[in-house]
C-alpha cells in the first residue's frame, strides 16, 4: 500500500524530504547556539542533518527518474521501467539485473558474430536461393520472427519475389510465389516504396525512399543494400502483437547489409566465371579465325598476291579469302561486316562457308556468287546483319580481272606505266544480307590491266583511319601512298601501305579492322 502510494505522488514524498532537511538545519542551528560544539544535543542534531541531507538525495534521485521515465516512456519497454523501480525500492535487485542485461549483451554479441560469419559460410558456387534460405533461417533465430522474404531487384525496373521463409513451430518452410504472405509483403512494398524515384536513380541510394511512414508494426521493410547500391528488400514479417526494438532494428539492418554483400559477391562471382567462359570461347572463336584467314596465298600463273588481316579488337570484323576454282581460275574474296566480336565472327563464317560452297560451281562469276549469297541471307532472315563484299576473279593468261561488288570501297588501280593511282567507278550495289538481292542486282565488271599493272582491294577501316588530332587517313592519302610505293612486289605494297597508316596514326590506336589484298598482273606472265 505505501509503495503503491509514493508511485502514485512522488512528489509528496519530496517535498516531505524538502521540508524535513529544512527544519533539521534550523534545529542544528539552535542547538550550537544554545549549547557548546562538543555536546551530545548537538552532534544528534548534526548527525540527524547528515541523515536527512542522504534521504534527500536518494528523494531527489526517484523524483528524477519518474520525470524521466514520464518524458521516456516510449523509449524504453515497460518491463525496463518495471525493472529500475524494482531497484529503487529493492537495491539488492540491481545485482540480479545487471546479471540480466550482460546475459542479453552476450547473447547479442553471439549474434554479432553469427552474423559476421555469414559471408564466410556462404558458397557462391551453389544456387543463390539456396544460400539466402541458409542465410534466413539464421535471420529467424537471431531476430525471432515469423516469416523473412527477399525480393530483388530485376533489370533496375521492379523488385520480384526471389524467396521466403516462415516458422512453423520449430521448422522453418519455403514460401511459394502464390503464398498470401508474399502477396500481402508485396502490396506492402507497392503502396510504401516510392519506385519511381528508385527507377530514375538506378536504383542507388544510402537511405530507402518512402511514400509514406509504415503503419503496419507487425510488417517491417528493411533494404538489402551494399554501399549505396540496392540489391534488394527483405520483409519481415513480426510475431501478432509484437513490435521491433530499436536493438532488434539495429541487428535486422546489420544482417541486411551483410546479406547484401553475400548476394553482391554471389552475382559477381557468377559474373566473373560467365567472362572466364567468354573468354575462352573469345579465344577459340580468334584461333579458328585466324586459320580460316590464309597466311600465304597460293602461287598463280601470272599474278602475284598478297594480303593481311589486322583486327583492332580480339575478334575480326574483316575477313578476305583466296578460293581455287579449277586450274585456270582463282577467286579473291573480301568482307566486311556490320558489328564486332562474337557475332560479327559467327557470320564472317557463314560468309565464308557460302563463297567456298558456290564458287566451284561451273559458269559461275563473281556477280552471280553474290546474287545467290544474298539471296540465301535474306531467306535466313538474319536481321541486322549484313557485309559489304568484294569479289575478284583471275583467269590464268588473260589480262584481266573480272570484280563485283556488295557495298563494299570501290577498288584502286596501280598504273605501272606512270604510276598513276585511279578509283574504278563501277558500281558497288548493296550490301549482302540488307536488302530482298532476288533481281539479282550484283553486276560482273571487267577491269583491263597492263604487265606492272596492280589493283588493291581493302576495308574501310584503312581509309577511316585517325590521328591523334582525329584527322582520317582518307582516299587522298591512301593514293598518294600507292603512288610512291614500290610496284614491283605485292608483299613490298602491302607493307608499304600498313608503315605509311603506322606513321600516320602515331600513337592514336586503330578503330576499326584492317584488311587489304593487292593483285598484281606479272610482266612475265606465263601463258
Same mark, same amino acid.
Given at each position: 500500500?505505501?509503495?503503491?502510494?509514493?508511485?502514485? +505522488?512522488?512528489? #509528496?514524498? =519530496?517535498?516531505?524530504? $524538502?521540508?524535513? &532537511?529544512?527544519?533539521?538545519?534550523?534545529?542544528?542551528? !539552535?542547538? *550550537?547556539?544554545?549549547?557548546?560544539?562538543?555536546?551530545?544535543?548537538?552532534?544528534?542534531?548534526?548527525?540527524?542533518?547528515?541523515?536527512?541531507?542522504?534521504?534527500?538525495?536518494?528523494?531527489?534521485?526517484?523524483?528524477?527518474?519518474?520525470?524521466?521515465?514520464?518524458?521516456?516512456?516510449?523509449?524504453?519497454?515497460?518491463?525496463?521501467?518495471?525493472?529500475?523501480?524494482?531497484?529503487?525500492?529493492?537495491?539488492?535487485?540491481?545485482?540480479?539485473?545487471?546479471?540480466?542485461?550482460?546475459?542479453?549483451?552476450?547473447?547479442?554479441?553471439?549474434?554479432?558474430?553469427?552474423?559476421?560469419?555469414?559471408?564466410?559460410?556462404?558458397?557462391?558456387?551453389?544456387?543463390?536461393?539456396?544460400?539466402?534460405?541458409?542465410?534466413?533461417?539464421?535471420? +529467424?533465430?537471431? #531476430?525471432? =520472427?515469423?516469416?523473412? $522474404?527477399?525480393? &530483388?531487384?530485376?533489370?533496375?525496373?521492379?523488385?520480384? !519475389?526471389? *524467396?521466403?521463409?516462415?516458422?512453423?513451430?520449430?521448422?522453418?518452410?519455403?514460401?511459394?510465389?502464390?503464398?498470401?504472405?508474399?502477396?500481402?509483403?508485396?502490396?506492402?512494398?507497392?503502396?510504401?516504396?516510392?519506385?519511381?524515384?528508385?527507377?530514375?536513380?538506378?536504383?542507388?541510394?544510402?537511405?530507402?525512399?518512402?511514400?509514406?511512414?509504415?503503419?503496419?508494426?507487425?510488417?517491417?521493410?528493411?533494404?538489402?543494400?551494399?554501399?549505396?547500391?540496392?540489391?534488394?528488400?527483405?520483409?519481415?514479417?513480426?510475431?501478432?502483437?509484437?513490435?521491433?526494438?530499436?536493438?532488434?532494428?539495429?541487428?535486422?539492418?546489420?544482417?541486411?547489409?551483410?546479406?547484401?554483400?553475400?548476394?553482391?559477391?554471389?552475382?559477381?562471382?557468377?559474373?566473373?566465371?560467365?567472362?572466364?567462359?567468354?573468354?575462352?570461347?573469345?579465344?577459340?572463336?580468334?584461333?579458328?579465325?585466324?586459320?580460316?584467314?590464309?597466311?600465304?596465298?597460293?602461287?598463280?600463273?601470272?599474278?602475284?598476291?598478297?594480303?593481311?588481316?589486322?583486327?583492332?579488337?580480339?575478334?575480326?570484323?574483316?575477313?578476305?579469302?583466296?578460293?581455287?576454282?579449277?586450274?585456270?581460275?582463282?577467286?579473291?574474296?573480301?568482307?566486311?561486316?556490320?558489328?564486332?566480336?562474337?557475332?560479327?565472327?559467327?557470320?564472317?563464317?557463314?560468309?565464308?562457308?557460302?563463297?567456298?560452297?558456290?564458287?566451284?560451281?561451273?559458269?559461275?562469276?563473281?556477280?552471280?556468287?553474290?546474287?545467290?549469297?544474298?539471296?540465301?541471307?535474306?531467306?535466313?532472315?538474319?536481321?541486322?546483319?549484313?557485309?559489304?563484299?568484294?569479289?575478284?576473279?583471275?583467269?590464268?593468261?588473260?589480262?584481266?580481272?573480272?570484280?563485283?561488288?556488295?557495298?563494299?570501297?570501290?577498288?584502286?588501280?596501280?598504273?605501272?606505266?606512270?604510276?598513276?593511282?585511279?578509283?574504278?567507278?563501277?558500281?558497288?550495289?548493296?550490301?549482302?544480307?540488307?536488302?530482298?538481292?532476288?533481281?539479282?542486282?550484283?553486276?560482273?565488271?571487267?577491269?583491263?590491266?597492263?604487265?606492272?599493272?596492280?589493283?588493291?582491294?581493302?576495308?574501310?577501316?584503312?581509309?577511316?583511319?585517325?590521328?591523334?588530332?582525329?584527322?582520317?587517313?582518307?582516299?587522298?592519302?591512301?593514293?598518294?601512298?600507292?603512288?610512291?610505293?614500290?610496284?614491283?612486289?605485292?608483299?613490298?605494297?602491302?607493307?608499304?601501305?600498313?608503315?605509311?597508316?603506322?606513321?600516320?596514326?602515331?600513337?592514336?590506336?586503330?578503330?576499326?579492322?584492317?584488311?587489304?589484298?593487292?593483285?598484281?598482273?606479272?610482266?612475265?606472265?606465263?601463258?
Amino acid at each position: 500500500m505505501m509503495r503503491r502510494w509514493i508511485e502514485k +505522488h512522488p512528489w #509528496l514524498l =519530496l517535498s516531505t524530504a $524538502l521540508a524535513i &532537511l529544512i527544519a533539521m538545519v534550523f534545529l542544528h542551528l !539552535y542547538t *550550537i547556539r544554545t549549547h557548546q560544539a562538543t555536546s551530545p544535543r548537538v552532534l544528534v542534531t548534526l548527525a540527524g542533518l547528515v541523515f536527512t541531507s542522504l534521504l534527500f538525495g536518494i528523494f531527489t534521485f526517484w523524483w528524477h527518474t519518474w520525470r524521466f521515465f514520464a518524458e521516456q516512456t516510449s523509449t524504453f519497454a515497460s518491463h525496463d521501467i518495471d525493472e529500475i523501480q524494482e531497484i529503487m525500492f529493492k537495491p539488492y535487485m540491481a545485482v540480479q539485473m545487471l546479471e540480466t542485461k550482460l546475459g542479453r549483451l552476450k547473447a547479442r554479441y553471439v549474434d554479432l558474430e553469427r552474423i559476421s560469419q555469414l559471408l564466410i559460410f556462404f558458397n557462391y558456387a551453389l544456387d543463390l536461393d539456396r544460400q539466402i534460405r541458409t542465410a534466413l533461417n539464421l535471420g +529467424h533465430e537471431i #531476430l525471432r =520472427l515469423d516469416a523473412m $522474404l527477399v525480393f &530483388l531487384q530485376i533489370e533496375q525496373r521492379r523488385f520480384d !519475389y526471389r *524467396i521466403g521463409t516462415r516458422r512453423i513451430e520449430d521448422r522453418m518452410a519455403d514460401l511459394s510465389p502464390h503464398d498470401a504472405l508474399v502477396e500481402a509483403a508485396r502490396q506492402r512494398i507497392n503502396a510504401l516504396v516510392d519506385l519511381d524515384k528508385l527507377v530514375e536513380t538506378k536504383f542507388r541510394c544510402f537511405t530507402l525512399p518512402l511514400k509514406t511512414t509504415d503503419p503496419d508494426d507487425e510488417i517491417a521493410i528493411f533494404p538489402i543494400s551494399a554501399w549505396n547500391r540496392l540489391v534488394g528488400l527483405n520483409v519481415l514479417i513480426l510475431p501478432r502483437g509484437n513490435n521491433m526494438r530499436t536493438d532488434d532494428r539495429n541487428m535486422a539492418t546489420l544482417f541486411n547489409r551483410y546479406l547484401a554483400i553475400a548476394i553482391e559477391n554471389h552475382l559477381l562471382y557468377h559474373e566473373s566465371l560467365e567472362k572466364e567462359r567468354l573468354k575462352i570461347d573469345v579465344n577459340v572463336a580468334r584461333r579458328l579465325q585466324r586459320d580460316s584467314i590464309p597466311t600465304t596465298l597460293p602461287s598463280f600463273p601470272g599474278f602475284d598476291l598478297f594480303g593481311l588481316c589486322n583486327p583492332c579488337h580480339e575478334i575480326s570484323g574483316d575477313y578476305f579469302d583466296v578460293v581455287n576454282l579449277d586450274d585456270d581460275r582463282l577467286l579473291v574474296a573480301i568482307a566486311d561486316v556490320s558489328g564486332k566480336g562474337l557475332p560479327a565472327a559467327l557470320f564472317l563464317s557463314k560468309i565464308q562457308t557460302l563463297v567456298r560452297a558456290y564458287a566451284p560451281q561451273p559458269g559461275t562469276t563473281p556477280a552471280s556468287i553474290l546474287n545467290r549469297i544474298g539471296t540465301h541471307l535474306q531467306q535466313d532472315q538474319l536481321g541486322e546483319y549484313f557485309a559489304t563484299m568484294q569479289l575478284v576473279m583471275l583467269t590464268r593468261g588473260r589480262n584481266e580481272v573480272v570484280i563485283a561488288s556488295a557495298g563494299h570501297c570501290k577498288p584502286l588501280l596501280v598504273r605501272a606505266t606512270n604510276g598513276y593511282v585511279e578509283k574504278h567507278e563501277a558500281e558497288t550495289g548493296i550490301p549482302v544480307g540488307l536488302f530482298d538481292t532476288s533481281h539479282d542486282p550484283y553486276l560482273d565488271f571487267t577491269i583491263p590491266l597492263i604487265p606492272g599493272d596492280g589493283i588493291l582491294i581493302y576495308t574501310d577501316g584503312i581509309t577511316e583511319l585517325v590521328n591523334p588530332a582525329r584527322e582520317p587517313l582518307g582516299l587522298d592519302r591512301l593514293r598518294t601512298t600507292l603512288e610512291k610505293g614500290p610496284h614491283q612486289r605485292a608483299k613490298a605494297m602491302v607493307y608499304h601501305v600498313v608503315g605509311a597508316m603506322n606513321q600516320f596514326k602515331g600513337e592514336a590506336p586503330f578503330e576499326d579492322d584492317v584488311t587489304m589484298v593487292y593483285i598484281r598482273l606479272e610482266a612475265d606472265k606465263k601463258k
